[in-house]
């Protein structure tokens, strides 16, 4: 079994663990994050408006995955995925719901017994006119792809975490940013 360290230690060295656990966690195979960009022409919600607003609601839009075909390589397969974005044009003061859906295929180690998903983590939209009853919107989308399964993992630890008791002061942000210190590489 090879060496583990929990993370940086002082100058004086880590101890060593205080037990061996088993745990139930999702483990990751594959990820990466893709810019994934719409353009579509939708009517003017009122004739001769020039756009004022486009918004995307993220909590209706979706990314599901259509199709897993295999690649020229084992264990890695090229998986389609479905994209639909829902945002709200605002245009002569008159809001119009709208749904923009596209595909998009990425590669991705995927063994069996794994599981591909994923998810939109921003977006944003812009909006202008191409003729008195159209309009031309462009969706750009931030979208996470991975692949992962729930797994057991054998680990070395130090046993329960224990909190801290709750500071009673001033507010302070909740989670703090940054949430996780940066990575190698960064």
Request: hydrophobic share 30%; glycine share 6%.
């Amino acid at each position: 079994m090879a060496s583990v360290s929990p993370g940086p230690c002082p100058s004086t060295g880590c101890p060593p663990p205080t037990q061996i656990d088993c745990i139930v966690v999702d483990k990751v195979y594959a990820s990466c994050i893709q810019t994934v960009s719409i353009t579509q022409t939708v009517p003017a919600p009122v004739a001769g408006c020039t756009p004022s607003g486009c918004s995307i609601d993220l909590s209706s839009s979706t990314c599901t995955v259509g199709a897993v075909t295999p690649s020229s390589v084992d264990n890695y397969n090229n998986i389609t995925f479905v994209i639909s974005a829902a945002y709200s044009v605002t245009c002569g003061g008159v809001t119009t719901p709208e749904t923009a859906v596209t595909t998009t295929t990425v590669t991705l180690y995927n063994p069996s017994g794994t599981t591909p998903s994923c998810s939109i983590l921003s977006g944003s939209c812009t909006c202008v006119a191409i003729s008195a009853t159209e309009l031309s919107c462009t969706i750009t989308l931030c979208v996470l792809f991975q692949v992962s399964a729930t797994v057991q993992l054998l680990v070395p630890t130090y046993g329960f975490c224990s909190p801290e008791p709750c500071q009673v002061g001033p507010v302070l942000a909740c989670p703090p940013s940054p949430l996780f210190p940066p990575q190698a590489g960064s």
